[in-house]
């Protein structure tokens, strides 16, 4: 891909990886790119302003508050007038402000103020990548759509052997032109449930269950990231809506059903919601009153909505994904599961007592697709979501 007239704002985090970025502009320059640097105060203890600034053919841009560069260039426009905002070497102490919305310099400020996509290349102490704290924060991160390279393993200036050191300029020029591709799923529109479902009982009781839509509103996101246009269909949960995604709060099978009918057509369909499998055969409209005999509960099935949409007569999606929640023999039963519904995809995951997976943020997933199964290691849930995007982004080429 051409990076001709394409425009970077570097900002150069303080960390010893910081002289790669040196040959970052450089090459980045001999692409035909304009590359507009921010240093961070600690970034110019290993780099100069005067290399920056030569190599960029560009002033560097260090204070917040600086009367010259409000009056030329103020924050605002710094951060919006590039096609992509690249921060390498991005630092534990950067990582953490971008992830905790800290505007306390000109770098964090930009990255607060930006409406334009962000990829960032972490590089730090070994141990200071595996802290929970920086882990936490890379996971934010990438949930919030931020792109992130490496860091890559092997010897780190510290004397130390581990991941920490920032990818090398080549890798850091392919991941540029990725981010820089047009968006894989302009064009598509997609459906995609989460969550739980209520089914009523009475004005104040439900059947509920512990889903709790963080994976399905994750796979909405990364959908919406890829530039589909996504419906998500979503049950009661305490997930926020996901940036950019239309969504539709239900709580009973049958309202999900029909808002999903209502969505189609679509491209893409996946069916990451706990459906209840029954609902209340009768919702008493009074409240049922406790003392004598307590009272029985008949059930009426729920419809499959997934099933449903599956085999649809007029406008089945071009590709149907289910989930297979199980607690023994998931490939099995999932296998079987995708050949039922009818869908072309089933992601098979172990729900049973002790995994963590309903309402916890991992998943392992097994993809099961008319070729057989595939194992995935154990993931994030947005790394699952951004995983499956992939996989559709590959399967619609
Ligand atoms: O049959 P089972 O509930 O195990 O199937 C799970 C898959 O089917 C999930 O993708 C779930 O979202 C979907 N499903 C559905 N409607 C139902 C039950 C399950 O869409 N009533």
Redesign the pocket.
């Known amino acids: 891909m051409s990076l001709q007239g394409r425009r970077i704002l570097l900002i150069v985090g303080g960390g010893i990886a910081a002289y790669k970025c040196l040959e970052l502009i450089r090459r980045l320059r001999d692409r035909g790119c304009a590359v507009r640097t921010v240093a961070t105060k600690a970034a110019t203890e290993f780099v100069t302003p005067l290399s920056l600034a030569s190599l960029s053919e560009d002033k560097v841009y260090t204070e917040l508050f600086s009367l010259t560069d409000e009056s030329e260039m103020g924050h605002i426009r710094l951060s919006r007038e590039a096609d992509l905002i690249v921060v390498a070497p991005a630092t534990a102490d950067l990582m953490a402000r971008m992830a905790a919305g800290m505007a306390n310099d000109l770098a964090s400020t930009v990255l607060l103020a930006t409406d334009k996509p962000v990829l960032i290349a972490p590089s730090m102490n070994v141990q200071m990548w595996q802290h929970a704290a920086t882990q936490a924060n890379r996971a934010t991160l990438a949930a919030r759509g931020i792109t992130i390279v490496g860091p890559a393993a092997g010897d780190l200036a510290c004397g130390e052997v581990g991941s920490g050191r920032l990818v090398e300029v080549p890798e850091l020029i392919q991941a540029i032109e990725t981010a820089l591709s047009p968006r894989p799923l302009a064009g598509r529109t997609a459906l995609v449930?989460s969550g739980p479902t209520w089914e009523p009982i009475d004005p104040v009781r439900l059947i509920a269950n512990r889903s709790s839509g963080k994976q399905g509103h994750a796979i909405a996101a990364a959908l919406a990231r890829a530039g589909a246009a996504v419906t998500l269909v979503s049950g009661p949960t305490a997930e926020p809506d996901p940036v950019g995604v239309t969504v539709q709060r239900i709580e009973t099978?049958a309202e999900m059903l029909a808002a999903c009918q209502q969505a189609l057509p679509v491209d893409i369909a996946v069916?990451?919601?706990?459906?209840?499998?029954w609902r209340a055969d009768t919702v008493s409209t009074q409240k049922l009153k406790k003392g004598g005999e307590p009272p029985t509960l008949t059930f009426a099935p729920?419809?499959?909505?997934?099933?449903t949409i599956a085999q649809h007569p007029t406008s089945r999606p071009r590709l149907v994904i289910?989930?297979?929640?199980e607690t023994e023999a998931v490939v099995e039963q999932a296998t079987a599961?995708r050949l039922r519904?009818g869908c072309d995809w089933i992601l098979a995951n172990d729900v049973g007592l002790g995994t963590g997976t309903f309402g916890g943020d991992a998943n392992t997933i097994h993809l099961i697709d008319a070729d057989g199964a595939e194992a995935w290691p154990r993931l994030a849930k947005v790394e699952v979501a951004t995983r499956l995007v992939d996989r559709i982004i590959a399967a619609l080429a």
């Open positions: 449930t099978a069916f990451a919601a706990a459906v209840a499998d729920n419809p499959d909505i997934l099933a289910g989930f297979a929640a599961k519904k």
